[in-house]
């Protein structure tokens, strides 16, 4: 595999995943309003009146995270690819190293930096709501069992690849 090719690939990778979650954020705050706190949540559907249609929203936003994951997979395998990835096994490295940078990238930068301190980013009535914003571990909690699932996706993932290429 060529390294200076996987690294260049997560670093645009980070800056679409950002740029895309950052326009969606600010188009449809409620995206990805199951993500974050159970605080910021519950005033988020009391201050918009949406508490009788929160339901709903969950099970759209889930049906947007599984075509996303689709979307992932497909974009994975074909980066691995393009990294140089020639078996099974360097395929999984590579992906799995993908989905993780991709995590570090949303908890470190996008959920600790940017919706922490960017007041615009935040959900409509929610936007003074600091204390609850800046609970890292909350972010930190929500990653870790994460990690043996993303090593499940990238063995499906890397089969994805060796079929394909």
């Not at 705050?29 to 993500?35: A, E, G, M, T």
């Not at 994975?76 to 989905?99: C, D, N, P, T």
Request: glycine fraction near 4%.
């Amino acid at each position: 595999m060529n390294t200076s090719i996987y690294i260049t690939e997560c670093i645009i990778m980070c800056l679409v995943f950002g740029t895309f979650v950052m326009t969606i954020e600010l188009m449809d705050p409620v995206s990805f309003v199951n993500d974050y706190p159970p605080e910021i949540q519950k005033q988020y559907y009391i201050s918009q009146h949406k508490e009788e249609v929160q339901e709903k929203i969950t099970k759209i936003n889930l049906i947007k995270k599984i075509i996303g994951l689709i979307a992932f997979a497909m974009v994975f395998a074909w980066m691995a690819h393009i990294a140089g990835a020639q078996s099974f096994i360097e395929a999984l490295i590579a992906i799995y190293g993908y989905m993780i940078v991709i995590s570090l990238f949303d908890v470190l930068v996008l959920d600790w930096i940017l919706f922490v301190n960017i007041k615009k980013l935040r959900l409509p009535g929610t936007e003074n709501m600091d204390k609850e914003y800046h609970q890292k571990w909350f972010h930190v909690k929500a990653m870790f069992p994460m990690i043996p699932v993303f090593l499940i996706g990238g063995i499906v993932i890397a089969g994805l690849m060796t079929l394909i290429w």
